[in-house]
Nanobody, 115 residues
Framework: QVQLVESGGGLVQAGGSLRLSCAASGIIFSNNRMGWYRQAPGKQRELVATISRSGNTDYAESVKGRFTIARDNAKNTVTLQMNSLKIEDTAVYYC?????????WGQGTQVTVSS
C-alpha cells in the first residue's frame, strides 16, 4: 500500500518560513521523481517543484529563489523549504511520487500565509 504523508503545514506571517516534509512508503522511493504541487481555493492544482531521481530540480517561476526541494533516499523523504512566504503562497500543498505509469498523491497539508 502506497502512502505519502505530508507534514509541516500551518499558519505563518508573510515573510516567514515553513518546511514541509513528505514521508513515502510502499514505493521504491529512489525510482520516483518526487514533487510538490499546490492548489489554492478556486484554482487548479499547480506544480511548485520537482526533483528527479538523479537530483535535478525544477521550480515554478513564482517560487524560484524562495523555495528549495530536497530528497533523502535513505529516509524516503522529500522536503520543501519555503522562505520569504507571500500571501499568494496560501494553498493546500500535495506531495507527488511519479514513476511511469504510476502517479501517487498525498492527502495534502494546508499552508496559510497571513499579512
Amino acid at each position: 500500500q502506497v502512502q505519502l504523508v505530508e507534514s509541516g503545514g500551518g499558519l505563518v506571517q508573510a515573510g516567514g518560513s515553513l518546511r514541509l516534509s513528505c514521508a513515502a512508503s510502499g514505493i521504491i522511493f529512489s525510482n520516483n521523481r518526487m514533487g510538490w504541487y499546490r492548489q489554492a481555493p478556486g484554482k487548479q492544482r499547480e506544480l511548485v517543484a520537482t526533483i528527479s531521481r538523479s537530483g535535478n530540480t525544477d521550480y515554478a517561476e513564482s517560487v524560484k529563489g524562495r523555495f528549495t526541494i530536497a530528497r533523502d533516499n535513505a529516509k524516503n523523504t522529500v522536503t520543501l523549504q519555503m522562505n520569504s512566504l507571500k500571501i499568494e503562497d496560501t494553498a493546500v500543498y500535495y506531495c507527488n511520487a511519479y514513476a511511469y505509469p504510476f502517479d501517487f498523491w498525498g492527502q495534502g497539508t494546508q499552508v496559510t500565509v497571513s499579512s
